[in-house]
């Protein structure tokens, strides 16, 4: 389904993803693990078109989307739940989830999907008419979760989605994750949390300073002593 | 007290003009953070060309409802325009630059203007034809002109009309989104150059309905209108809070009645000093109060970062 070859993403002199190669299927949930810096948002960034690439290719069912405009990418059904939640502060939760369907004209689906949200998270319903910004941070990953499925993707991606969350509602939002991907969603997940991270998906890439140094099932991963030591804390 | 109530209409009906310029104002600073100045001249644009619509009409025994109208609407097709290339060609090849840039530029684009509207409609003030009904009511002792009652409404009725259009359509929406954060916008599959030249082009749209205002209000139209009326709008949105949609409302009609209640007291209170000609240092004493003491305006939040 997407297909990622040689990407490199640059910031001015300095090569932050340096000729990445790695895929992911349809219907398989990929985590993308490594510590702070590795480049693992950068490759995001430049997946969704809010960075462009300084080289390589993305190629998505097929097609090659690495010069699309950022604004058409949701019509091609791909979804960021970007960094750091990225809710609008200043909107209600509601105006939120229809921000997410933006693109979409179909009533019904619309309000269907808004009330399938809502049975994932009930707190955001509790919620609906609170301002964004005064949510905590877990339901503001609720939200921007909710946000990004509203838009009826095929392939979510999620940059860190436990990010300065308590453990506790990090796995609420990672029990939902799993909902997700099994209703069929595929979901390319980027996190520091490499042990979460692993038990969720199928298939692991481990990046460091900007390079994929190993891939494996999930499952291995989670065993292979290498992988232990530096992001398992063991 | 007649004096007074005579102010305060005064007041009302110069303040709703600011108002509707100061949303243009205001709506741009929200979108991209940019103080449009180049917006007064767009105002001025507006007056020019329905002034002169209306003087090639004006013996045409056409009714005077429809030749305002149409002089109306040739004003805010020509300020849609002017509105839409100023963004498009001054401002987008800037959209990334340091802030400074595009300020400069918009002084830029007001001189370009001003100099522009000089050499079509030359340096001579315009009188604006004595087409209108010149009725006056009697309010509590003092007057009040079909006009002026016009006036008020037409501008509440518009300004009534912007804010449902942000808090209830889908374009509002992309417009707040836009606002807040706009690469997350984009990622909602929102165009937000398109965003940002729908806002030009109805705060230009909002420019020309004052511009028609403003020359029937003073019965004058002239190439260099739109630099004071500019800047005391720009006031108003400071006062009220620049980006606050609600706030350039607020700071339009309160700095319509602090100059004209200025105006009609200042010769009193300096004891014939200074005459009713001295209105405009009000607004700028205004602005440097807002300035020092609270320049987030008086709805505006304060700015601040989040981590």
Redesign the interface.
Known sequence: MLEVTGLRVAYGGIQAVRGITFHVRQGEMVALIGANGAGKTSTLKALSRLLNAAGGSIRYCGKEISALPAHQLICEGIALVPEGRGVFPRMSIVENLLMGAYTRHDKEGISTDREHVFSLFPRLKERAQQLAGTLSGGEQQMLAIGRALMSRPKLLLLDEPSMGLAPLMTQRIFEVIRTVANEGMTVLLVEQNAKLALEVSQRGYVMESGEITLTDEAANLLANPRVREAYLGE | MDIFIQQIINGLVLGSIYALVALGYTMVYGIMGLINFAHGEVVMIGAMVALTVIKLLANSGLPVFVIILLALAAAAVVCMAVGFSIERIAYRPLRNAPKLAPLITAIGVSIVLQNLAMLIWGRNYHAFPPILPTSAHDVFGATITTLQVAIVLIAALMMAGLIVLIHRT?LG??M??TS??P??????????NQIISITFIIGSALAAVAGLMVSANYSIAHYYMGFMLGLKAFTAAVLGGIGNIAGAVLGGILLGLIESLGAGYIGDLTGGFLGSHYQDIFAFFVLICVLIFRPSGLVGEKVSE?A
């Open positions: 889908r929406r992309a707040r989104a807040e954060n690469s997350i916008a984009q990622l909602m599959g929102v165009n937000i989040r």
